[in-house]
């Protein structure tokens, strides 16, 4: 019996230990690799530009040069995961695992949002180091908020477009929409890219705060509501294959 469970056990970590290797294969597959050096390439520009720049750098401007890096970091895995999947050959093997969406694509999602965290980790550190003191830690936890939320609503676009380049194309209109209206709603808590780090000259710190905290579990919540629409796609496999 004790036999048994120990080779069930071993068996598990097998299966646990392949299907994370996958998964980084899937993460790192393809174009990642461009989507990674893009963003470091625009982080030490921008960073050098601003090492040899009389005006002083603040923590509001590391959110902003930190938040772009995050966005294209996040945007290929979740837009293109499932495309390539499909491309290799891999989606009747997933939907033939039970509870194949929360065994596959939830863990590997959450992989993916640990590996940006860690990665915005280091530029964050980068840029304490480099431009201006600045609370790395809270940084990069302000920072997933949009950041989760624009790759969740890619997962999501993704399960309904079931195309990599098509759903790469409608979010590439919906964060110019966001963009756009942020310059709008700036100071809002309806602002996608609301940046924590900078206080608007006519407002109170005490709601400004508040302001901050709703938009967070506004995004927060969509982060939920694009996750869950997405697995539930997931569920109709005949659309897939």
Do not use: H
Not at 57 to 80: D, K, N, R
Not at 97 to 125: D, E, Q
Not at 157 to 172: H, L, Y
């Amino acid at each position: 019996m004790k036999g048994k469970q120990k080779l069930n056990i071993k068996n598990l970590i097998i299966i646990i230990k392949d299907e994370f290797r996958y998964s980084m294969k899937i993460i790192f597959g393809n174009k990642f690799i461009y989507f990674l050096l893009t963003a470091i390439i625009f982080f030490l520009i921008v960073t050098t530009i601003n090492l040899f720049s009389s005006s002083d750098f603040t923590e509001g401007g590391v959110y902003y040069l930190l938040l772009f890096p995050g966005i294209l970091l996040i945007f290929y895995p979740t837009a293109f995961g499932i495309q390539n999947d499909e491309d290799m050959r891999m989606l009747e093997n997933l939907f033939a695992i039970p509870n194949y969406r929360f065994k596959v694509w939830l863990p590997r999602l959450g992989m993916i949002y640990v590996l940006v965290s860690l990665l915005l980790a280091l530029l964050a550190g980068l840029s304490a180091f480099a431009l201006t003191p600045a609370p790395v830690f809270e940084m990069v936890y302000q920072l997933m908020f949009p950041i989760f939320f624009l790759g969740s609503l890619a997962f999501a676009v993704s399960t309904a477009v079931r195309n990599g380049n098509g759903t790469a194309v409608i979010m590439v209109i919906i964060g110019l929409i966001f963009w756009v209206s942020g310059g709008i709603l700036e100071g809002s808590k309806w602002n996608i890219f609301l940046n924590p780090f900078s206080l608007p000259r006519d407002m109170n710190e005490t709601i400004w705060e508040s302001v901050i905290t709703t938009n967070r579990l506004y995004l927060f919540s969509a982060t939920i509501l694009s996750l869950l629409y997405g697995l539930l796609n997931l569920q109709k496999r005949e659309k897939f294959i």
